[in-house]
T-cell receptor, first 121, second 113 residues
Framework: EAGVTQFPSHSVIEKGQTVTLRCDPISGHDNLYWYRRVMGKEIKFLLHFVKESKQDESGMPNNRFLAERTGGTYSTLKVQPAELEDSGVYFC???????????????????FGSGTRLTVV | DQQVKQNSPSLSVQEGRISILNCDYTNSMFDYFLWYKKYPAEGPTFLISISSIKDKNEDGRFTVFLNKSAKHLSLHIVPSQPGDSAVYFCAASGHNYGQNFVFGPGTRLSVLP
């Protein structure tokens, strides 16, 4: 099966411009997540879609960030206007279900895309 | 304040020896813990997980140990191989966190031939 696809892989924009990142999850995966890694630090949660609905957007840094998932398929993350501190790698991930499988006492992580490296200059 | 900590930013190990990567967490509400491996220019890939009701989980060369009382987990890789060289992220979640994971900052493992 095709993995999680993100594009562009790299984007360099000037402060104040707008950038739109796209994520195509694995086909059939209802859950889609956006994460961000800034300056080589920890990977931080941004938001979570279940189909086309925002399940949790508590990690979105401010209202310059807008995420959409029309039709419950691919998702876009728009940054407008971009600031220097928005630079980082933006990861998208998807999963079919959250397998908090108590019977097996294990869970399975979701599948990440390769990320979009955003540089704001 | 970081809820998941990986205090060693890097680790070098000789091929064939054991690699031990450590992770500490502060939130006692975490129920599930995972390790991800990340190569340059790629997304993190799931490696192994453990539930808080277990203290050990094994998958081939990879074993994760969980010490709930100490809020500490570790990943053991035996034997280490050059292909294991990557950044390893510890991540935690719980039912109170929905389906989101809290990641540590990562440890860069270098396995020397």
């Amino acid at each position: 099966e095709a993995g999680v696809t993100q594009f562009p892989s790299h984007s360099v924009i000037e402060k104040g411009q707008t950038v739109t990142l796209r994520c195509d999850p694995i086909s059939g995966h209802d859950n889609l997540y956006w994460y961000r890694r800034v300056m080589g630090k920890e990977i931080k949660f941004l938001l979570h879609f279940v189909k086309e609905s925002k399940q949790d957007e508590s990690g979105m840094p401010n209202n310059r960030f807008l995420a959409e998932r029309t039709g419950g398929t691919y998702s876009t993350l728009k940054v407008q206007p971009a600031e220097l501190e928005d630079s980082g790698v933006y990861f998208c991930a998807s999963s079919q279900d959250q397998d908090f499988d108590r019977a097996l006492s294990t869970i399975y992580g979701y599948t990440f895309g390769s990320g979009t490296r955003l540089t704001v200059v | 304040d970081q809820q998941v900590k990986q205090n060693s930013p890097s680790l070098s190990v000789q091929e064939g020896r054991i690699s031990i990567l450590n992770c500490d967490y502060t939130n006692s509400m975490f129920d599930y813990f995972l390790w991800y491996k990340k190569y340059p220019a790629e997304g993190p890939t799931f490696l192994i997980s453990i539930s808080s009701i277990k203290d050990k989980n094994e998958d081939g060369r990879f074993t994760v140990f969980l010490n709930k009382s100490a809020k500490h987990l570790s990943l053991h890789i035996v034997p280490s191989q050059p292909g294991d060289s990557a950044v390893y992220f510890c991540a935690a979640s719980g039912h109170n966190y929905g389906q989101n994971f809290v990641f540590g900052p990562g440890t860069r493992l270098s396995v020397l031939p």
